[in-house]
């Protein structure tokens, strides 16, 4: 069973449009939620993290709302950009030295 | 700036071969990890090390190893591969209240 679950799988907008990324999941233990990005032969790179002690994380143009109670968050990309076309990873830990639980991803495509 | 390195990046190997899959780290982290990547699977970790000479099972470890010799160098060993570990391997470092950092990846085919 996924742990970790994202929708939708793709997600096209147009540039300048805000993209919505979802992400839900089912360990209450999950404490820390990293979003990752990852370009095709790349390896993911971190765009912008929340603990579970918050509602709300925006760094530029990113933002991630979180619900506890509903074991769920979402990534809005605001004013999105040709360039921020990649794959979105949502992932969770309990225990940070223990590694990430990733979710399938969600390809983003931005149109001009 | 923080460095996770991969080699080779790519690899070829006969079913029933040994692969050894290598990753140094200049991060100075006291965190590594092996995760390989497949298409409806994600990412899936494998093998993970708190430092030098620990290594502790994943989510998926069966027909994998690892060895962590030393603060920078984790490798991944598969003693027999087969064709179902035909994957892309990332390696990454992380420490407390750091974020984790990927290597581009290890593309490995089992024929």
């Known amino acids: 069973q996924q742990q970790v679950r994202q929708s939708p799988q793709s997600l096209t907008v147009w540039e300048g449009e805000t993209a919505i990324l979802n992400c839900s999941y089912e360990?209450?233990?999950?404490?820390?939620f990293p979003w990752y990005q990852q370009f095709p032969g790349e390896g993911p790179a971190l765009l912008i993290a929340i603990r579970s002690v918050s509602d709300k994380k925006e760094d530029g143009g990113f933002t991630i709302f979180f619900n506890k109670r509903e074991k769920n968050l979402s990534l809005h990309i605001k004013d999105s950009q040709p360039g921020d076309s990649a794959t979105y990873f949502c992932?969770?830990?309990?225990?940070?030295?223990?590694?990430?639980?990733f979710g399938l991803g969600t390809r983003v495509s931005v149109f001009p | 700036e923080a460095a996770v390195t991969q080699s080779p990046r790519n690899k070829v190997a006969v079913t029933g071969g040994k692969v050894t899959l290598s990753c140094n780290q200049t991060n100075n982290h006291n965190n590594m990890y092996w995760y390989r990547q497949d298409t409806g699977h994600g990412l899936r970790l494998i093998h993970y090390?708190?430092?030098?000479?620990?290594?502790e099972k994943g989510d998926i470890p069966d027909g994998y190893k690892a060895s962590r010799p030393s603060q920078e160098n984790f490798s991944l060993i598969l003693e027999l591969a087969t064709p179902s570990q035909t994957s892309v391997y990332f390696c990454?470092?992380?420490?407390?209240?750091?974020?984790?950092?990927f290597g581009k990846g290890t593309r490995l085919t089992v024929v």
């Open positions: 090390s708190y430092g030098a000479g620990s290594t």
């Open positions: 360990n209450s233990a999950f404490d820390y």
């Open positions: 992932a969770a830990s309990v225990n940070y030295a223990q590694g990430l639980t």
């Open positions: 990454a470092s992380g420490d407390f209240n750091t974020e984790v950092f």
